[in-house]
């Protein structure tokens, strides 16, 4: 399939040597776009600016929700054919934008109309239990997703694309998201500045998720038996964050103890109709572990 003002570079197998070349170096990908501006759950600013880099090589385990995606996307992407006749959905590869070759997407499929029309994009997402995602035929996908269409639809330079999730292994959604030039801009931006400060170089400042702290611990090469003199300031809020830490955890054993106690030897226990948490024993009865309802904590912090 053409596309005037995008590059097919090549279709590459996932994994690959050549498609981690296509993605490396001086570029931002579709997948990269909401971690350089802090929105994406599994990559923080630092963490990537890092790989890119060079200072730390990029880890990826595929899990087991990453390897059954994988497995179910042509299986969604038939079904969603079989629904919509009016598009030709086809497999595609990796693209650059046609001003821009830093600028990267590989789209899960192509659609191209029966009658002629614009070619539209395909992403396609599994999910547990849909977080995130809104009513179908609406526009709501959680935002790291957002972020990832709207630079698919700037790289290649159309202006629609449809989004299909299959929640739970059995209830499928479709989305429409039209391209927003606004936020298409903001996201180019965006990624331009956090290429120059890989260039120059200039990390972005730390911040408080995993993948920040996973990559802070991995990149000295080594150690000395040295003292080092740090600031007085990063030193104070260092305490600050471990003593507050510290409290908090007594509060939450302080409050799990009272949940127990008030569960006698229940295995679940609800509050108001809405259940709390469950615990987990051991061989010879007694608790091994008290796990809060996900779905009690969501309602809870609204």
Same mark, same amino acid.
């Given at each position: 399939?053409?596309?005037?003002? $995008?590059? =097919?570079?090549?279709?590459?197998?996932?994994?690959?040597?050549?498609?981690?070349e296509a993605r490396s170096g001086l570029t931002?990908?579709?997948?990269?776009?909401? $971690?350089?501006?802090?929105?994406?759950?599994?990559?923080?600013?630092?963490? =990537?600016?890092?790989?890119?880099?060079?200072?730390?090589?990029?880890?990826?385990?595929?899990?087991?929700?990453?390897?059954?995606?994988?497995?179910?996307?042509?299986?969604?992407? *038939?079904?969603?054919?079989?629904?919509?006749?009016?598009?030709?959905?086809?497999?595609?590869?990796?693209? $650059?934008?046609? !001003?821009?070759?830093?600028?990267?997407?590989?789209? *899960?499929?192509? =659609?191209?109309?029966?009658?002629?029309?614009? %070619?539209?994009?395909?992403?396609?997402?599994?999910?547990?239990?849909?977080?995130?995602?809104?009513?179908?035929?609406? !526009?709501?996908?959680?935002? #790291? #997703?957002?972020c990832q269409v709207l630079w698919q639809l700037d790289t290649l330079s159309l202006?629609?694309?449809? %989004?299909? %999730?299959?929640?739970?292994?059995?209830?499928?959604?479709? #989305?429409?998201?039209? #391209? *927003?030039?606004?936020e298409a801009t903001y996201l180019r931006e965006q990624a331009a500045n956090f290429l120059d400060g890989v260039r120059s170089g200039t990390p972005p400042p730390l911040d408080g998720t995993t993948v920040t702290y996973d990559t802070v611990r991995r990149l000295p090469d080594g150690v000395e038996d040295v003292v080092a003199d740090i600031d007085p300031g990063v030193a104070e809020e260092y305490r600050a964050a471990v003593l507050a830490h510290r409290r908090a955890e007594e509060t939450k054993r302080r409050a799990a103890a009272a949940v127990l106690d008030a569960m006698g030897n229940a295995k679940k226990c609800a509050a108001d109709g809405r259940m709390v948490a469950s615990r987990r024993t051991k061989p010879d009865g007694t608790t091994l572990a008290l796990t809060p309802n996900p779905t009690y904590l969501k309602a809870a912090a609204i």
């Open positions: 399939m053409r596309i005037p003002k $995008a590059t =097919l570079l090549g279709v590459f197998e996932p994994g690959s040597p050549q498609w981690d931002v990908t579709a997948t990269e776009a909401a $971690a350089v501006v802090g929105l994406s759950p599994w990559t923080s600013p630092f963490s =990537l600016w890092h790989h890119k880099a060079g200072t730390v090589a990029r880890q990826v385990e595929p899990n087991a929700a990453m390897r059954w995606g994988n497995r179910l996307e042509p299986v969604i992407a *038939d079904a969603f054919a079989e629904a919509h006749p009016e598009f030709s959905v086809e497999t595609t590869g990796t693209w $650059a934008n046609g !001003d821009r070759p830093w600028q990267r997407a590989t789209p *899960d499929r192509l =659609l191209a109309p029966a009658d002629g029309g614009p %070619v539209r994009l395909l992403e396609i997402k599994t999910s547990r239990f849909g977080d995130g995602f809104g009513p179908a035929d609406s !526009d709501e996908v959680p935002v #790291y #997703y957002r202006s629609e694309a449809r %989004v299909v %999730v299959l929640i739970g292994g059995q209830e499928e959604r479709e #989305y429409t998201i039209a #391209y *927003d030039a606004e």
